[in-house]
């Protein structure tokens, strides 16, 4: 059979998921579609500073055309554009061995907390049938404040999303899908913290319980949202449940007192990747982010000296490293151990550029769920 001509198109749509979106498409001349995929565009962090960026996701090619190259072909041509307009591209969830001959490599861990309800019942001294956290369920007027919460709470973490005013990822109730359950914790009238339990379909039964997103303002607020997650696992007979969020943030730490266990994978393909697009501009863009971890190493003729052979590639020149480098995916020390070479000048000023995540000046990257596409 001979393969059809094809052409690229771009088509600039509705939002999706929350987010602006751009289809990008191989058609052939009959108008026929060959393979698609979508370029989501968002603002994501490095650190303090967040980036503009576009993701990409919904990658398919029609399955009697699979096999002929098309999504090279496609990739490549919705990458040109791209770098057009942002710095970086991202993938979400990628497939393994694909990705990388594009620029992409894998940098970020997923991450998760398993707690026992046992944990959190012996902790708390309390019997759960009966203690009040005080939290309640949410309305569509506490998603503003969810969403400050949110960006205050992960200011400065890696990977996190800077989310919009009118975000809104929640799962919607339908005919055979509760959709997501949302409990608040407010005080003094504000909301200091929320849990996002992850919908199941009618009849489905319980094995586990997940949480997709817990954020809270203090410890003091994550425990007891904590608490009020062990009271619905103990009320549906649940002995554990687990919680979407990174051990190193306010969550983790209230859930590592209570006692759980943190399940992390590092993949060495696919999962959660990024790219470069454009070098000089990045650089540009986070250059107050890197002077941020900098802090003390504030010399400026040497940061001067340094900032220009990173722009130029003379430092870190390969695109793959620096990502996972910027991102705290790897520290300097990380690099290092992985063959990358860095001039003896230039080492301490590295070592605080580059500190990796879980780190004072860096929190973990980490990809939240609910910002998943």
Sequence with gaps: MTEPDVRYTEVVGQEARSLPVRYCRLRTDDDEPVAELELLSFRQRLGATAVAMEGIGGVETQPHLRRNGH????????????????????????????????????????????????????????????????????TSADLPAMIRLYNIAHAQRPWTHERHPGWNRLTPRTTWRPGSETLVLAAA???????????????????????????AHDADGARRLLIAVAQHCWRLRLGEFSVREPADSIVGRAARHLGCTYQQTFPPSGGTMAAILNRPGLLQEVEPEL???????RHDEQYDAA???????DLIPDD?????????????????????????????????????GGTPS????????????
Excluded: M
């Design 71 to 138: 999504i090279s072909r496609l990739l490549r041509q919705a990458l040109t554009g791209a770098a057009q307009r942002v710095h970086v591209a991202v993938i979400a969830d990628g497939i393994e061995g694909l990705y990388e001959k594009f620029g992409f490599v894998t940098a970020a861990p997923q991450g998760q907390l398993a707690v026992a309800v046992r944990n959190v019942e012996h902790a708390t001294g309390d019997d759960l049938a009966t203690a009040d956290p005080g939290v309640r369920s949410a």
């Design 189 to 215: 009238g504000s909301i200091v913290g929320y849990a996002v339990l992850e919908g199941r379909a009618f009849g489905t039964a319980y094995h586990w319980l997940t949480v997709d997103e817990l954020v």
């Design 291 to 297: 002077r941020r971890r900098a802090a003390s190493e």
């Design 307 to 313: 900032g220009a052979a990173l722009r130029g590639g």
């Design 320 to 356: 793959k490293d620096l990502i996972r480098l910027l991102l705290g995916y790897w520290s300097a020390e990380d690099a290092i151990a992985h063959g990358v070479s860095v001039a003896e000048p230039y080492l301490d000023l590295c070592t605080a550029w580059f500190p990796g």
């Design 362 to 373: 860096l929190p973990t990257p980490y990809a939240h769920h609910l910002d998943h596409y």
